[in-house]
Structures are given as structure tokens and as C-alpha cells.
């Protein structure tokens, strides 16, 4: 059974420009979540979706983060415009029950 | 809220010798407790969790975590390291009588296992 796959692993890029990751989540996973961790941090949840629908975006920074999840199956973070502090991985995961299973993430370097 | 304390930045133990990385967590009722692994460049894996039962958890690889609810605590063990086990080491914790809410996570302890 595939994991969670995510696109891509790595990306730089200048500070304002705009950035998109991708995920694809286990199958049959109705869950959905995107975090961000920071170098020598644990993952701070940024987003959580029941299907196709946000039910927790409380962390999520509006003015220049967005996130989708249509059809309630693969997902897609954006940022727009990026900013220096915006630097880290960012970790897509999806669970069953209660535990989560997590993608290998994308490093994200805003220089 | 809920919160995770990981105070070891870093574990150091030799192979063969019995490892422990310690957190403790607060929350306003009974807790769900998890720890995952993340080997470089790769995504946290699921090691084992605490829901309800018997204070003593059996997870992945041979690691296992025991419950303390008066301690507050969920140290992760193994009797016998490897240098494989080397690894970042995270502990969770969700409170369920909040609803529907997520994984708070530790900042990580970095476990090294020499040989």
C-alpha cells in the first residue's frame, strides 16, 4: 500500500514569490492534515480536513496562506507571497482512527 | 489546552544498553498519547500510543512506553538499543474531551546510539 506521497520534496525560491505543495493521502483516509515544523521543532498543525471540508484552520496564517482539498482527496498548500520566516518543512499527513500517518514532507527555502 | 515536554534535547546511550527518552504532558482530562520516529529526510513514523488499558504500551521495533497518569509521564523504552534505533523522537498527545482535536507535539528528543 503506497503512503502518503508529497510534491515536492525540495523547493526554493525568492522571498514574494508564490509556492504550492501537493498531497496525496493514503487511500480511503477521510483525513487530512498539513503542518509545518521548524528546524528543531515538532510539527505545528497548520490545517486539518474531514474530506473536502476545513474544520480546523485556526493556525493557519490567512493573509497569505491557503489550502484545498477538492474532492476530498489529494490536497494543495499555497503560499503567496512567501517570506523569509516561512523557511521549513512542510508535512502532509492523513490517519485512520487515531493515528497519522505522514508524508516525507517539503523542505521549503525562501531565500 | 494541551502541551508536550520533551526536556532532553539529546539521548546518548550505547548499543546494548537499555534507552529511555522521557516526556510528560498536560491536558484537562485523560490523555491519548503517541510517539513517532523521523529518520533524516523522512516523515514521522507511527512507533505506538496510549488510549486506555494497560499502563505499559508494546509498539514498533521493539520500543514500548509506560503510562503514568499521577507523573503525568509516557517515557519511551527499550531494553536493548541498536544503532539503527538513532533517530529524532517525538511524543503527542491529543485531549479527546475536546472535541475532535489534533496532536499537540513534543519539540523532539534526538536519540544516538553508539556502537
Known amino acids: 500500500e503506497a503512503g502518503v506521497v508529497q510534491s515536492p520534496r525540495y523547493k526554493i525560491i525568492e522571498k514574494k514569490q508564490p509556492v504550492a505543495f501537493w498531497c496525496n493521502p493514503i487511500s480511503g483516509h477521510n483525513t487530512l492534515y498539513w503542518y509545518r515544523q521548524n528546524l528543531g521543532q515538532g510539527p505545528e498543525l497548520l490545517i486539518r480536513?474531514?474530506?473536502?471540508?476545513?474544520?480546523?484552520d485556526s493556525q493557519l496564517p490567512k493573509d497569505r496562506f491557503s489550502a484545498e482539498r477538492l474532492k476530498g482527496v489529494d490536497s494543495t498548500l499555497k503560499i503567496q507571497p512567501a517570506e523569509l520566516g516561512d523557511s521549513a518543512v512542510y508535512l502532509c499527513?492523513?490517519?485512520?482512527?487515531?493515528?497519522?500517518?505522514f508524508g516525507p514532507g517539503t523542505r521549503l527555502t525562501v531565500l | 489546552a494541551q502541551s508536550v515536554a520533551q526536556p532532553e534535547d539529546q539521548v546518548n546511550v550505547a548499543e546494548g544498553n537499555p534507552l529511555t527518552v522521557k516526556c510528560t504532558y498536560s491536558?484537562?482530562?485523560?490523555?491519548?498519547l503517541f510517539w513517532y520516529v523521523q529518520y533524516p529526510n523522512r516523515g514521522l513514523q507511527f512507533l505506538l500510543k496510549y488510549i486506555t488499558g494497560d499502563n505499559l504500551v508494546k509498539g514498533s521495533y521493539g520500543f514500548e512506553a509506560e503510562f503514568n497518569k499521577s507523573q503525568t509521564s509516557f517515557h519511551l523504552k527499550k531494553p536493548s538499543a541498536l544503532v539503527s534505533d538513532s533517530a529524532l523522537y517525538f511524543c503527542a498527545v491529543r485531549d479527546p474531551f475536546s472535541g475532535y482535536s489534533t496532536l499537540t507535539f513534543g519539540k523532539g528528543t534526538m536519540l544516538l546510539v553508539s556502537p
Open positions: 491536558v484537562s482530562g485523560n490523555p491519548y
Open positions: 499527513a492523513s490517519s485512520e482512527r487515531d493515528i497519522q500517518f
Open positions: 480536513y474531514e474530506n473536502e471540508e476545513a474544520v480546523d
